[in-house]
């Protein structure tokens, strides 16, 4: 039986599959009595991690797991995606969107999914046990 | 996702946006959305206020058309943009290059 501040999905390696993992997130977070704005913050996180997975995690065609666990903890909400693709660390890099734009040419096209996790989520953590990639995403309520 | 273009004074082109601008929403108008940015037309609105999400992906699509725009002299402004992907467009840093207005009114003026 579940846990009420637990939840789990499992989707498959499917870019369709992106609505209903952003369905589920909102019905958890109602449940959890998550406030509509960090609930829209973390469905902005997790399409983007996700999506990224999807896109680039793997090198065949063959149909894959992503395992979702979404859970409180002492005064947090994380999230946790776990998947079976090539190692990725995304978080491994200095990128934020703290900075602004004067002209267009400032703008690199392109990252900003990984930016906009770094800025939303208060505390990201990658790590590689068994083959699998495990990102998490913690929220301060 | 749906979009719509129409024509406003002044050779101001209006583009209506409803739904999810994610990745799969955002398949559903990228090629639409860069037809009806493109030449011979120069100045446009973008109406955000019924989009209920906004990804990178769909950043992606706003600011290549700006590029384009912008490259060619021509303006490009967003109006009235839902709540959360207001705080979207504002932490990628992108209202500098493409002002975000809250009234079309002002949007109009926006463009001149």
Known sequence: MQHIDCFELQIRNDLIELRSMSEWLHKACEKLTITDELARDLDACANEAVANIILYAYEDRESHPINMHLELKDSSLIFTIQDDGIAFDPFNSKATLSQSYDTIGDITIGGFGIKLIRSLANECSYCRPDNKNIISLSFYL | ?112
């Open chain 2, 1 to 112: 996702m749906e979009i719509n273009c129409e024509s406003l004074e002044g050779d101001i082109y209006k583009i209506n946006l409803k739904g999810r601008m994610d990745i799969i929403g955002n398949a559903d108008i990228d090629i639409k959305f860069s037809g009806m940015t493109a030449l011979p037309r120069m100045f446009f609105i973008v109406d955000l206020s019924e989009v209920n999400f906004i990804a990178s992906i769909g950043i992606r699509t706003l600011l290549l058309s700006t590029k384009a725009i912008h490259n060619r002299g021509g303006k490009i402004v967003i109006l009235n943009p839902d709540i959360h992907v207001k705080k979207i467009l504002l932490m990628a840093g992108i209202d500098m290059v493409l002002p975000i207005i809250d009234t079309l009114e002002l949007a109009i003026a926006a463009m001149h």
